[in-house]
């Protein structure tokens, strides 16, 4: 089973939820995918069940990944995971940068990078998450926001097969407040031009996702939007029924 850099990514977000009994919701999402080839399905369990959904979804279709990494591979780092640990266990992705992890441990954008570093050393796929607060943008200093944070935290290794890019403004995350299409379009647009001002090979330039409140009922506008490569979900990705609506919509 290989990542298709061609197809659209859904990609679920299941935050600090999940246990050992929930491998059933594998089973039940695998049965309502009518179209499971159509798209590069993600899906981020917490760590403790990530070796357990990896097994399980070999060769299904579905790929695995983790929500956060370290940046160094092994060390003394009390509770820390490190990228060489989630491949280890055979996840495939790696979520870096994600708003709720940059604010409860105060990561830089240069750690984001070491992150994403890490994650390329070890073959792992990172989703370098950026995204503006409601602060950002209602003093109008989205733009410049999102573009430093592509600047500082994207490796210079950055290829399109090897990084994926999630744009997900902090207001959206979580609230139902799904951004407005001209919001997303104009966001994207900005996303590509710095993209494009910072590689010179178009081959390097990564896809971007949006993420922030993205359901059933949203997605088949979002995924319509140009340059937009796929979906990062949250709280639907917990949801089979809601998750495979989104993904069978592709
Ligand atoms: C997320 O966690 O990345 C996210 C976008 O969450 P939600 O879909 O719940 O807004």
Redesign the pocket.
């Known amino acids: 089973m290989t990542f298709n850099t061609d197809l659209p990514i859904i990609a679920g ?1 299941w ?1 600090m939820n999940g246990l050992n009994q929930s491998k059933k919701e594998i089973g039940s999402l695998l049965k309502k995918i009518t179209n499971i080839s159509k798209s590069n399905v993600i899906l981020f369990p917490p760590f403790t069940i990530i070796e357990t959904f990896a097994k399980l979804t070999e060769n299904s279709g579905i790929f695995i990944g983790a929500q956060d990494c370290h940046h160094e591979d092994y060390g003394a780092y009390t509770s820390a995971i490190s990228a060489s640990m989630i491949s280890d266990v055979n996840a495939k992705f790696v979520i870096v940068g ?1 708003s ?1 992890t940059r604010t409860a441990n105060n990561y830089t954008n240069n750690i984001i990078r070491l992150k994403a570093e890490a994650a390329h050393r070890n073959n792992l796929i990172p989703i370098v ?1 950026v995204g503006e607060s409601d602060l950002h943008r209602k003093s109008g200093d989205q733009f410049n926001f999102v573009k430093a944070q592509l600047e500082e935290s994207l490796p210079q290794s950055t290829t399109r097969d090897n990084t994926i890019i ?1 744009y ?1 403004p902090i207001w ?4 139902g407040n799904t951004a407005a299409t001209k919001d997303i379009v104009e966001m994207v647009n900005c996303i590509f031009s710095k993209l494009n001002s910072m590689k010179s090979n178009k081959k390097d330039i990564p896809r971007c996702l949006y ?4 359901n059933p009922s949203n997605s088949r506008d979002i995924l319509s939007i140009e340059n937009i490569g796929g979906l ?6 917990l949801d089979s029924s809601q998750f495979s609506e989104i993904i069978n919509l592709i």
Not at 211 to 214: D, P, R, T, Y
């Open positions: 977000n935050k994600h709720e998450c999630a997900e959206a995350i979580g609230t993420g922030g409140s993205v990062l979900v949250g709280g639907a990705s």
